[in-house]
């Protein structure tokens, strides 16, 4: 008999197969089958309908078993079964990318029956989490699952299968191929970046590769071992979480014959940056296009407004990822833009990789648009002046300093920028000037931007602002949330406090500090850093973790939800803040991996540019968090200590490619960890 996990009661949110047209459950349906007593009978024609179902499918699940997988440390292992569903009668499996995490030497498909066969990797679909094997069936007759290939476009409003429709996920675990199912709903469309439908039905990694049917035994998807954006330190955590995402099988049906024909699946990128720092916001202007991108090659330019991606009416940026998301490299986008009032389509075709992103700096600070500082030996020194109003930048119009980082961050390298300024003469009208200024990169050692110089002249006007940061008022403010239990510290100083300091010449940074575990006193920590953080006005975050083992990825919503009100009861800017682990400044953990430095890794790169700052020793561990590839660019300048030895983890190459540049010292102390926090204002 076929396990039961659990069953939905509700009456709207189960349906049953009554006809050639899904509709839901009810008593007169029911009734034309069997005398229905009332409404406690629904559950058991619920179970019996999923019995009924699961049967129909089971032909077409395969367990899979990935034999002679070798681990960093040199040893070999067996991996847990997963399964994998049958599509044709050549012998093609199609499983999930669980199979080829890491090499191995055989692959074994068990069938139903109880037949044992190896299989081969024909091709994967590296965007969806997706493998293709193959087979030889010799002479046993194989039972496909049924195909059904629809526009993937009506996944996110499909009139047949509703949010809150019943779902069936199905697993085969060993050799004996025991069936396991679990029940749910469909939960959301559109996840992952427009690749996946979410389900709460339990599973465990049993059922990575399995289908996901509905109760007119119609394929839905295929189950994969993803994660949401927030992650986790291994898929598995999230086994029995509620949580799992499948990919639609009508998406799977159309990329089937590439798969056959051992084509791998990348995911497509585009290039180009929506402006605004909310992706939820309403807005789809472009605040910049990565040059020799395919968004470049189609004739795209910054302060374009997009309105429709691939068919889909976008209004902000979260719709313009989620419409990017369902297409791979190669494919064509049809893209409906407005410029200058005037309506045009342009078509652009997705690209695997783009040269990565080498962000750049003028050297100046700013209030607005007007300039505040320029930094001694920067780029912009001896060019840009304080009190210029920057106009325009590269011919175009520049509406906001966001604007103006960004496009500076996708700057390319080898161009000289152009910026058109008005300056302000005495006695004089302003006068506009437009200057040639070949930026830096933020890449490469720290000690070559002169930090100690620069913090010494923020401003032209530093003897007064020293003066006026001595006289401010600086408090030290417990930060509580109702539903977070970790403690936090704030040392910010008093907002209401009138003096020359508060200018916006002189604003405030913030920087996050994540503390060991054993670390909890966050009072006896915080006298380590006043004077300092007072004198470089960079306000500070204390937050300790949950419990004294370990930090957890699941505390990555905690540490936004505190930034966010730690910034303004600051008064920090919002380009200024940073995470950091309490470990990067001290020696005491040179060959032992930090806790806190993984933790704010994960907490910088989950979330949408909080933190434009990163700063942790070399030794962290990267947790196994979701990145997506085509995501807005995040604006990450990442501080790394190496100690003596100057050498770099392989997977900071990650950080790279994602255009966050790593900045290297061999240490750091805390004055220079305030003044580094500091130059996150620096454009």
Not at 72 to 82: F, H, K, L, N
Not at 151 to 180: F, H, K, N, Q, W
Not at 199 to 208: N, Q
Not at 213 to 229: N, R, S, Y
Request: aromatic share 4%; with cysteine.
């Amino acid at each position: 008999m076929i396990p039961q996990n659990r069953f939905l009661l509700f009456v709207l949110g189960c349906l049953v197969v009554v006809g050639s047209a899904p509709r839901p459950l009810r008593a007169e349906d029911a009734a034309e089958d069997r005398a229905l007593p009332g409404a406690v009978d629904y559950q058991s024609v619920l179970a019996e309908q999923v019995r009924r179902i699961t049967n129909e499918i089971l032909p077409s699940v395969v367990s899979v078993e990935v034999i002679g997988t070798l681990q960093s440390d040199g040893e070999v292992r067996q991996d847990a079964p997963t399964c994998g569903v049958i599509i044709d009668r050549e012998g093609h499996v199609l499983a999930s990318s669980w199979v080829t995490r890491a090499s191995s030497a055989s692959i074994i498909v068990t069938l139903g029956s109880g037949e044992r066969l190896p299989a081969r990797v024909v091709a994967e679909d590296k965007h969806r989490e997706l493998v293709l094997l193959k087979i030889d069936p010799k002479q046993i007759e194989l039972h496909p699952i049924a195909l059904e290939s629809t526009d993937s476009s009506a996944t996110a409003a499909d009139p047949v299968r509703p949010i809150g429709s019943t779902l069936i996920a199905i697993s085969r675990y060993g050799e004996s191929g025991v069936p396991r199912i679990s029940t749910g709903i469909l939960s959301a469309v559109d996840r992952l970046g427009g690749t996946a439908i979410q389900s709460d039905v339990r599973i465990s990694p049993v059922f990575y590769g399995g289908p996901l049917v509905d109760l007119h035994g119609k394929w839905v998807g295929v189950l994969i071992p993803a994660v949401g954006e927030s992650g986790a330190e291994d898929p598995t955590e999230w086994y029995d979480s509620g949580v799992a995402f499948a990919v639609p099988a009508d998406v799977i049906a159309g990329k089937l014959d590439a798969l056959r024909s051992g084509e791998t699946i990348r995911s497509g990128l585009l290039g180009l940056v929506v402006g605004g720092d909310d992706p939820y916001s309403p807005g789809t202007t472009l605040a910049t296009v990565r040059k020799r991108s395919p968004a470049d090659r189609a004739g795209l330019q910054s302060g374009d407004r997009l309105i429709r991606v691939g068919g889909r009416e976008v209004r902000r940026r979260q719709e313009v990822q989620l419409a990017l998301g369902r297409f791979d490299a190669g494919e064509e986008v049809a893209i409906e833009y407005e410029r200058d009032g005037q309506r045009s389509t342009a078509t652009a075709t997705l690209a695997a990789t783009i040269e990565p992103l080498q962000p750049q700096y003028l050297g100046i600070t700013s209030s607005g648009l007007r300039v505040t500082s320029v930094l001694p030996g920067s780029p912009a020194d001896g060019i840009l002046k304080i009190g210029d109003n920057l106009k325009t930048l590269d011919g175009k119009e520049l509406d906001d300093p966001e604007v103006l980082r960004q496009r500076m961050w996708s700057a390319d390298p080898q161009t000289p920028q152009l910026i058109e300024l008005e300056r302000q003469l005495e006695s004089e009208p302003p006068e506009t000037l437009k200057q040639e200024i070949q930026p830096a990169q933020w890449a490469g050692p720290l000690d070559r931007l002169e930090l100690q110089r620069q913090a010494t002249k923020l401003t032209e006007r530093e003897e007064d602002d020293t003066a006026a940061s001595a006289e401010e008022t600086w408090t030290s403010t417990p930060m509580r949330l109702p539903d977070i239990a970790n403690q936090a510290l704030l040392w910010h100083p008093v907002s209401d406090t009138p003096n020359a300091a508060a200018d916006a010449a002189a604003p405030v940074a913030l920087a996050v500090c994540l503390l060991p575990p054993v670390q909890r006193d966050l009072a006896e920590q915080l006298k380590r850093w006043k004077v300092l953080a007072k004198q470089y006005r960079v306000a500070i975050l204390l937050i300790a973790s949950e419990n004294e083992q370990r930090w957890q990825l699941a505390e990555i919503d905690a540490i936004s939800k505190l930034t966010l009100p730690a910034i303004k009861q600051s008064g920090a800017d919002a380009n200024a803040v940073a995470v950091l682990s309490g470990s990067v400044i001290s020696t005491e953990d040179a060959k032992a991996a930090s806790p806190a430095g993984a933790m704010a890794l994960a907490a910088a790169l989950s979330t949408d540019n909080i933190y434009h700052g990163l700063a942790i020793p070399a030794n962290t561990q990267p947790p196994a968090i979701r990145l997506r590839r085509d995501a807005p660019m995040r604006l990450l300048r990442v501080l790394m200590t190496t100690g003596p030895d100057g050498v770099l983890p392989s997977w900071s190459e990650t950080l790279g490619r994602l255009g966050c540049p790593v900045q290297t010292a061999t240490g750091v102390d805390r004055e220079e960890l305030l003044q580094w926090c500091r130059s996150l204002l620096i454009y």
